[in-house]
């Protein structure tokens, strides 16, 4: 390092391990290791470093580094998952929101003053359907039906049930949806 400083050298550049030489350089001269322990970017450090002391590194250019752009960011296709539909707007159908999770809306007869109400019940709107599994498929669970009955029954003001049957299982289908139709009336 002496007879290189005697030289005129002021910038050494350590080739090694780790920077074990460069320690032992005088205060007024510059020492730049190209590895250091532990650090991944010590080589690009010491590029920068070089640089900025004056040495001459030529960066690479190669054509090849040049790359085109690739073209998926321009192909204006989503991923996203959509959003399940919810109810609407139920009044401009001349129905009226029915209040309920399950139910969408009402619909008062005019004939027999009996009211309808109308939902869809699907997994992907309604996913903790999918724990009510019995014998490998998914069905709307009896204590489900019991809501639906007394929160239609709140509705147009008769808030007791006495007796519910169930006569067949209601089964939803991984994708599929069903509508649902509760009738009230005397």
């Known amino acids: 390092i002496e007879q290189a400083r005697e030289l005129g050298g002021r910038v050494f550049v ?6 074990v030489l460069a320690t032992l350089v005088p205060d007024d001269t510059t020492a730049i290791p190209l590895q250091r322990a532990g650090q991944t970017h ?9 640089h ?10 190669p054509a090849a580094a040049l790359v085109d752009l690739p073209t998926y960011a321009f ?17 401009s159908l001349g129905q009226a929101p029915a209040g309920h999770g399950l139910l969408g809306a009402a619909v008062a007869l005019a004939e027999d003053g009996m009211t309808v109400f109308t939902g869809r019940l699907s997994l992907s709107t ?5 724990d009510h599994v019995v014998g490998g498929s998914v069905l709307v669970p009896g204590t489900a039906f019991v809501e639906l009955a007394l929160h239609a029954g709140d509705y147009v003001g008769c808030g007791q049930l006495e007796d519910l049957t169930v006569e067949a299982p209601l089964v939803l289908g991984e994708r599929s949806s069903v509508t649902v139709q509760v009738f009230v009336g005397e």
């Open 42 to 50: 010590a080589f690009p450090l010491a590029l920068a470093t070089a």
């Open 52 to 61: 900025t002391h004056g040495l001459p590194v030529t960066w690479p250019t």
């Open 126 to 130: 309604h996913p903790w359907l999918a």
């Open 14 to 19: 350590e080739l090694g391990p780790d920077a």
């Open 75 to 91: 192909q204006q296709e989503s991923y996203w998952l959509h959003a399940a539909s919810g109810a609407g707007d139920v009044v």
